[in-house]
């Protein structure tokens, strides 16, 4: 219990401070959907077992599969029944979840089949990275049929894992749920705070670096604090030299909002003109309605981006969330 609330105490008042909210102003409406939040809370040692998690849950899903009864005005009675079809997780939860290996370790990317390279830090630390490659950017794509060869061949031969699985999962018992397909890239740990959170890092901690704005934080912050509450956007950020304090929708907001005119001809030519390509590919990829003939804009913008990243900076801020950029839109245009 120590250890969830000393590093989740932040989420935990959150969700309390919501539920109070809800409770003492929305009351007759609290059965409406939007004012229901399904939480669960779990103390463990160590660890959480997520199948203790999960096996209830997909028992209850099971039962929800086979249909719940209902009396109508048109038919005396109708049958609705119930399919888990999307899930998303951060990725140390996914890979408890999906049973496969966790983004950090090779072949731990949910979408593709490319295992990776660890590569050592000055300080004798690793940083599992993906080189872009040029062979095939986002591929061999990781899906059903390999997945369901995987869990064959870790069968068959007794493996501990096999190209990143390590054995069935409970969810893949339920009628409609494809364990790889249908569960979503997290894009809040993904993009918010593993891709411009990684930026950051690079800009304004390492000082003496050709990507670094460290010494022009004095002009970019009074900037930002010169752009107030335009219409689409009412968050008014931090200074910059505050980002460590940003949470997750503050650092997209930054990038759609702030960026392009934060960091005009401050950023070298060069660097502005690779920033512009995510920015664009990001404002896409949230805007409310996608239009299809933008999201192969995206695509291509994506690809640019990823590809020149590690020139421009260096190899190891091409871990998985940038990697994962180059399935962002393949996830975004799922039929099935
Ligand atoms: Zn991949």
């Not at 993009?191 to 003496?208: A, N, R």
């Not at 990507?211 to 689409?232: A, G, Q, Y």
């Not at 190891?316 to 940038?322: A, H, T």
């Amino acid at each position: 219990m120590e250890k969830i609330l000393s590093s989740n105490d932040n989420f935990i008042e959150d969700v309390y401070d919501k539920v109070n909210v809800y409770h003492f102003h929305l009351v007759p409406m609290e059965f409406c959907i939007e004012n229901i939040i399904f939480a669960g809370l779990v103390l463990s040692h160590g660890k959480p077992q997520i199948n203790s998690i999960l096996e209830p849950i997909v028992k209850n899903l099971k039962i929800l599969e086979l249909g719940i009864t209902f009396n109508s005005r048109t038919e005396r009675f109708i049958n609705i029944k119930f399919f888990l079809l999307f899930a998303v997780f951060d990725k140390p939860a996914r890979a408890m979840a999906l049973n496969i290996k966790n983004s950090n370790g090779f072949f731990g990317c949910l979408k593709c089949l490319q295992p990776g390279k660890t590569l050592k830090t000055k300080k004798k630390g690793n940083v599992h990275v993906y080189f872009f490659s040029y062979y095939s950017n986002d591929g061999p794509e990781r899906n059903s049929e390999n997945y369901e060869k995987c869990l064959l061949r870790i069968k068959k031969l007794s493996l501990k894992e096999y190209k990143g699985i390590i054995g069935p999962c409970s969810l893949q018992n339920l009628g409609e749920f494809k364990p790889i397909q249908n569960t979503s890239i997290d894009s809040m740990h993904s993009i918010c705070l593993g891709v411009i959170k990684s930026l950051f890092k690079y800009w304004f901690e390492m000082p003496d670096d050709k990507f670094s704005l460290k010494r022009h934080i004095t002009k970019i912050n009074d900037r930002v604090l010169k752009i107030r509450s335009i219409k689409s956007c009412q968050i008014a950020l931090r200074p910059v030299s505050e980002w460590r304090y940003y949470k997750a929708k503050d650092f997209l907001i930054f990038m759609i909002y702030y960026a392009i005119p934060v960091f005009y001809q401050i950023m070298t030519y060069e660097y502005y003109q690779h920033l512009l390509q995510s920015i664009i590919s990001l404002e896409i990829l949230y805007s409310e309605k996608i239009d299809i003939v933008n999201l192969e804009t995206a695509r291509r913008m994506l690809i640019n981006f990823v590809k020149k990243k590690d020139t421009l900076y260096n190899s190891f801020i091409l871990k998985s969330s940038v990697h994962e950029l180059l399935h962002q839109i393949k996830s975004s245009n799922r039929k099935d």
